[in-house]
């Protein structure tokens, strides 16, 4: 059964830092590029980081650059995504998903995961 797991998602202050996990199981994740994806309470999804399958390149949301690091590890099938100064505005939950080409393009990904929450709040 192919399938992704997220987790690291919680409550944190302010500048804070989390790191989300990408587990997958079913399939091998370094053959596809990666993609953190976020949707907020009311907005549409929007494509936050991706990491390439080969080269491991990465693009950043504007919103996002400086701050949040996309890596992966091979060896454990896993993707993540460090997210350091945190604000409010980065609330939401968070999804990560597979796709033929690294893209911020929610449209673009599948085999989404059920997502973990995200909560940047004093």
């Known amino acids: 059964q192919l399938q992704v797991v997220e987790s690291g998602g919680g409550l944190v202050q302010p500048g804070g830092s989390l790191r989300l996990s990408c587990a997958a199981s079913?399939?091998?994740?370094?053959?596809?590029?990666v993609g953190w994806l976020r949707q907020a309470p009311g907005k549409e999804r929007e494509g936050v980081s991706c990491?390439?399958?080969?080269?491991?390149?990465?693009r950043y949301a504007d919103s996002v650059k400086g701050r949040f690091t996309i890596s992966r590890d091979n060896a454990k099938n896993t993707v993540y995504l460090q997210m350091d100064s945190l604000r409010p505005e980065d609330t939401a939950i968070y999804y990560c998903a597979r796709s033929p080409w690294a893209s911020l393009r929610a449209s673009l990904y599948d085999y989404w995961g059920q997502g973990t929450q995200v909560t940047v709040s004093s």
């Open positions: 079913g399939f091998t994740l370094g053959s596809y590029a």
């Open positions: 990491i390439s399958s080969i080269g491991g390149s990465t």
